[in-house]
């Protein structure tokens, strides 16, 4: 029997009402583009933004994968793309979630550097703020960023809190980091693009004096992360 490899990657993000989220999605997707030129690579969200993903799955004419611009395994990638996959009929199948990944851990490393902040600074606490989940197991994952992020410093201390959702908050994130030793700040989103969310997380950084770093954006590593899990799931379609 042949196997019909997946030649279209339908890159699919959260959406926002923000249309900062939606111009950052479209930015991956160019820098998709710019890496593998000989791909097709279309964008849809799951919610707010258009194209709607039933909308692209309803257009897509040929094997594709649904690779989601989302960091962890929540909600939509565990029950709403799946479902909207189901019901579509079409030959589609879905990657992995971008996850913690270390390039990814890179580009927050480069977003920092933006803000002159160097490995070697021993007084600095770098909090890393992302949303929570109602999965604890979700949650333990990304808390290990911590650790990913301080491995070479000289840091105080790296902190993961959760904007939204579980403990420790922004402020206890903070707290933490001063009886650690920090006698200086900075706030690092694990966010992919900003929203409503990091502007309210910002407000709190204004609010303490502490900067904060861009989120990842439309890095080329943040791409290339994309094109790993498209490349798996062609992988696991080409070996079924």
Do not use: K
Request: hydrophobic share 50%.
């Amino acid at each position: 029997m042949t196997v019909s490899i997946p030649e279209s990657l339908l890159l699919t993000a959260h959406g926002s009402a923000d249309p900062r989220s939606a111009a950052v999605t479209h930015d991956v997707a160019e820098q998709i583009r710019l890496q593998r030129p000989a791909l097709n690579v279309r964008v849809a969200f799951c919610e707010q933004n258009t194209p709607n993903l039933r909308d692209a799955l309803g257009a897509v004419d040929g094997p594709a994968v649904v690779t989601p611009l989302l960091l962890a395994s929540a909600y939509h990638a565990r029950v709403d793309i799946p479902s909207l996959i189901a019901e579509s009929g079409v030959d589609v199948l879905q990657a992995d979630t971008l996850r913690e990944d270390p390039r990814l851990v890179e580009v927050m490393r480069a977003r920092l550097a933006e803000l002159d902040i160097t490995p070697r600074a021993s007084d600095l606490g770098v909090l890393v703020v992302a949303v929570g989940s109602s999965r604890p197991e979700s949650n333990a994952r990304t808390a290990t960023l911590a650790e990913a992020l301080a491995c070479g410093t000289r840091w105080a201390g790296v902190q993961v809190a959760y904007a939204t959702g579980p403990n420790p908050s922004v402020s206890d994130g903070l707290e933490l980091l001063a009886r650690r030793g920090a006698r200086r700040m900075v706030l690092a989103p694990w966010f992919i693009a900003p929203g409503r969310i990091t502007d309210r997380v910002a407000g709190i950084a204004r609010a303490a004096g502490i900067p904060m770093a861009a989120p990842l954006g439309a890095h080329p590593l943040v791409a290339e992360t994309v094109l790993d899990r498209f490349d798996e799931a062609v992988e696991a379609r080409a070996a079924a």
